[in-house]
């Protein structure tokens, strides 16, 4: 929403049909990392209980003889994905590095957890959480809708990235005495919890900065109140900051810091995507 509102302020004519199918090419991939991950975390949720925001679904580790449907569920929604795709790219004639974009996503949802890769084992997952959250997810919206990925459409990938490490590192805190006994290497698992904390206020106070000092870094005007923007992101940065100050180590405690963290970030995703839509309709 955010990047096809982005889109269409920058004159991009706006169609319904095209973004919803551009969403549908989005949507399988997205649902598939939920079963996928659940298939190739099972050893690890073991050691966990669900949170609201983490943990698993435990759904696999209560009923094992499920795990096969899971895969195959996961597997078919990245091929949805990818149909999805193809007649998206027939459809409105994009070239074939469209595919490319689709493919990559799906990739990297599936080997975040999959072998070999494992990404998330391996200290990556973070980097490709924050690629997949700051390009690929906005950077979808923005190109079904406009047609193209140019300079414009990647004005936002700074603090979208920042957005997205933070959420990752946020999702990772419940569950770091988990991922540890699962060999899982997370930031939070190698690095602890205050590590974790630090990290998620010092990328939201990087997002607001960005919000607030980019008008005054280019020349060009926008059609958009970055000032706005910045306000907004106070939500998820007093959240973030509160969490670092009372350094919760215990699990319980920085479990409810994690999801006043969570809310708030909710919270500016759907005030910013609205303030983005009001822009494009008005």
């Not at 096809?4 to 990392?33: D, E, I, N, Q």
């Not at 990559?104 to 990556?124: E, V």
């Not at 990925?149 to 590192?169: C, E, H, K």
């Amino acid at each position: 929403m955010f990047g096809a509102s982005w889109a269409v302020l920058l004159g991009a004519p706006f169609s319904l049909s095209r973004t919803l199918l551009g969403y549908l090419v989005l949507l399988p991939a997205h649902l598939s990392v939920s079963y996928s991950n659940d298939y190739f975390d099972v050893d690890v949720d073991k050691y966990n209980k669900p949170t609201f925001f983490s943990g698993g679904s435990g759904v696999l580790v209560e009923n094992p003889e499920l795990r096969k449907p899971a895969q195959w569920i996961a597997i078919t929604l990245i091929f949805c994905s990818l149909a999805f795709g193809i007649v998206y790219q027939t459809v409105y004639s994009f070239s074939l590095w469209f595919s490319g974009f689709v493919v990559l996503g799906n990739l990297l949802g599936w080997f975040y957890s999959a072998p070999p890769l494992r990404l998330a084992y391996r200290g990556l997952g973070e980097l490709s959480m924050i690629f997949s959250i700051g390009l690929l997810i906005p950077g979808m919206g923005y190109l079904v809708t406009s047609g193209q990925m140019n300079q414009d459409g990647l004005l936002f990938i700074v603090p979208l990235m920042l957005y997205g490490l933070a959420f990752i590192l946020t999702v990772e805190i419940p569950d770091m005495e988990a991922d540890r006994s699962g060999d899982k290497r997370t930031w939070v698992a190698r690095k602890g919890r205050g590590f974790g904390f630090t990290m998620i206020t010092a990328s939201f106070l990087l997002a607001t900065l960005f919000f607030l000092c980019y008008p005054w870094l280019t020349p060009r005007i926008y059609p958009l109140d970055f000032r706005f923007l910045g306000l907004l992101s106070l939500l998820p940065l007093v959240a973030g900051y509160m969490g670092m100050m009372k350094r919760r180590i215990e699990k319980r405690s920085a479990t409810r810091v994690v999801n006043g963290i969570m809310i708030s970030l909710a919270a500016f995703c759907i005030l910013a995507d609205g303030y983005m839509v009001y822009l494009a309709i008005s």
